[in-house]
T-cell receptor, first 114, second 110 residues
Framework: DTEVTQTPKHLVMGMTNKKSLKCEQH?????MYWYKQKAKKPPELMFV???????INESVPSRFSPECPNSSLLNLHLHALQPEDSALYLC?????????????FGDGTRLSIL | RKEVEQDPGPFNVPEGATVAFNCTYS??????FFWYRQDCRKEPKLLMS???SGNEDGRFTAQLNRASQYISLLIRDSKLSDSATYLC???????????FGTGTRLKVLA
C-alpha cells in the first residue's frame, strides 16, 4: 500500500482538453515532487515544491502547470498537451530540510494523449 | 559524463545466485544515496538507503565507496520475485534534486 495517493490511475485526453492530476500524502512531508517517466527510462524531475512554494522547475513547458494548495496536496494542471507527453506521471514526497531522507512515490497516473 | 551511471543490464541469473550492481556518481559532494526497485509499469519503491559504513537488510547489502564514487547493491540467494529494475538515486546539488540512474534490469531465472 502506498502512502502517496494519485488520481486518476489512467487518463486519456485529446490535445485540446484540460485536465488535472492530483496527489495527496498524509505523512507530514513538506517537499513534494512531480516526475515524468517514459518506458524503459528513469523518472525525470519536473517540479519540486518545498513548504508549499515552487523551488524547482526543470524548464517544463507551460502546458504543464503545478499547484500546491496545501501541505498535503499537489496538483498538475494539463492543457494543450502533445502526443509526446504520453507517459507515467509520478508524484513523490519527502521530508523537507534534510539531505538524507528518501522519497516516497505514488503509484502514478498513466497518461495517454490522442 | 552523466551524473549517475548504471549498467542497464539485463543481468540474467539463476535462482539462488548472488548478484551485484554498481552505480557511479560524478559529484563528490553528494551526501545521500538510495536504492529503489521498480517493477514493470509500477512506481519506484524504496529498497534501502545507503550509509557510509555499509548496511544490510536481509538478503540485500548496500555499500558506499566515496573514494571511487560508487555505491553497490548485493543480492544474495536471488528469488524469482527479485526480478525488477534497480534504480540508484543520488541527491545532487541542493536538497531536493534527487538524481536517478538509468536503472539496472535483473531477471532471476527458474
Amino acid at each position: 500500500d502506498t502512502e502517496v495517493t494519485q488520481t486518476p490511475k489512467h487518463l486519456v485526453m485529446g490535445m485540446t482538453n484540460k485536465k488535472s492530476l492530483k496527489c495527496e500524502q498524509h505523512m507530514g512531508h513538506r517537499a513534494m515532487y512531480w516526475y515524468k517517466q517514459k518506458a524503459k527510462k528513469p523518472p525525470e524531475l519536473m517540479f519540486v515544491y518545498s513548504y508549499e512554494k515552487l523551488s524547482i522547475n526543470e524548464s517544463v513547458p507551460s502546458r504543464f502547470s503545478p499547484e500546491c494548495p496545501n501541505s498535503s496536496l499537489l496538483n498538475l494542471h494539463l492543457h494543450a498537451l502533445q502526443p509526446e507527453d504520453s507517459a507515467l506521471y509520478l508524484c513523490a514526497s519527502s521530508q523537507a530540510g534534510s539531505t538524507r531522507q528518501p522519497q516516497h512515490f505514488g503509484d502514478g497516473t498513466r497518461l495517454s494523449i490522442l | 559524463r552523466k551524473e549517475v551511471e548504471q549498467d542497464p543490464g539485463p543481468f540474467n541469473v539463476p535462482e539462488g545466485a548472488t548478484v551485484a550492481f554498481n552505480c557511479t556518481y560524478s559529484n563528490s559532494a553528494s551526501q545521500s544515496f538510495f536504492w529503489y526497485r521498480q517493477d514493470c509499469r509500477k512506481e519506484p519503491k524504496l529498497l534501502m538507503s545507503v550509509y557510509s559504513s555499509g548496511n544490510e537488510d536481509g538478503r540485500f547489502t548496500a555499500q558506499l565507496n566515496r573514494a571511487s564514487q560508487y555505491i553497490s547493491l548485493l543480492i544474495r540467494d536471488s528469488k524469482l520475485s527479485d526480478s525488477a529494475t534497480y534504480l540508484c538515486v543520488v541527491i545532487g546539488s541542493g536538497t531536493y534534486k534527487y538524481i536517478f540512474g538509468t536503472g539496472t534490469r535483473l531477471k532471476v531465472l527458474a
